[in-house]
């Protein structure tokens, strides 16, 4: 089963501020806990690699990837710490190619029909829409989606995905899993709330295994 096939058996990645990395274990056990074995630690702090090494290390079990991957530097930081997998907001040819040769699992942010296909020509798989909600939601993908679907690239809905809306997203075929930052918020983390975040990550993987 490949990486993304995995991530779609799930159907539920909680998106990870991560401040400090000594909440990196705490937050994966919490995680665990809830039945969700899976983060995406986002490189929007400088605690991001270290989270992800000590995580990958300690919690094997976690199947964990870097989110918010820039620039091929940050990608790199992820494949040495460990990283299963990386996404983007958005779709950077340099980072698509850097991904190919660190041979990491990669999926671009695309928000038009020309990111879709510019991920197309890289021979992507999964594709992060993004921000789902701000640019039209379920059926602004629809609309993008449709005249790419024979190819069979399968889409991240994030941005504004909640657990109002996320069976509507999961209930289109092409939506493999969702994405939000919901489950395990900085605040809870910040504040040491584990058992909010087990509580969060038990009901959206409930509603994404109904969907």
């Not at 501020?17 to 983060?39: C, Q, R, S, Y």
Request: aromatic share 6%; net charge negative.
């Amino acid at each position: 089963m490949s990486v993304f096939d995995q991530i779609a058996k799930i159907g539920v990645v909680p998106v990870i501020v991560l401040d400090d990395p000594d909440h990196a274990l705490p937050l994966a056990d919490a995680l665990i806990a809830g039945g969700l074995p899976i983060a995406e630690i986002t490189f929007r702090t400088e605690a991001a690699a270290n989270a992800i090494s000590k995580i990958t290390t300690h919690r094997p079990e976690m199947f964990v990837g870097a989110g918010t991957v820039l620039a091929e530097a940050q990608l790199d930081a992820a494949v040495d710490a460990g990283a299963q997998f990386a996404l983007s907001p958005g779709i950077d040819k340099d980072v698509l190619a850097h991904a190919v040769k660190r041979e990491l699992p990669f999926a671009p942010g695309i928000m038009t029909p020309s990111d879709l296909q510019l991920a197309l020509r890289a021979n992507c798989k999964l594709v992060k829409f993004f921000p789902a909600m701000a640019v039209g939601g379920l059926k602004m993908l629809q609309n993008i989606a449709g005249p790419h679907l024979h190819t069979g690239i399968g889409f991240n809905p994030t941005g504004g995905v909640s657990l109002g809306n996320m069976q509507d997203w999961l209930s289109y075929g092409p939506v493999k899993a969702v994405g939000g930052s919901w489950i395990a918020t900085r605040s809870d983390i910040a504040s040491e709330n584990w058992a909010q975040i087990t509580a969060n990550a038990k009901e959206a993987l409930e509603l994404a295994q109904r969907a």
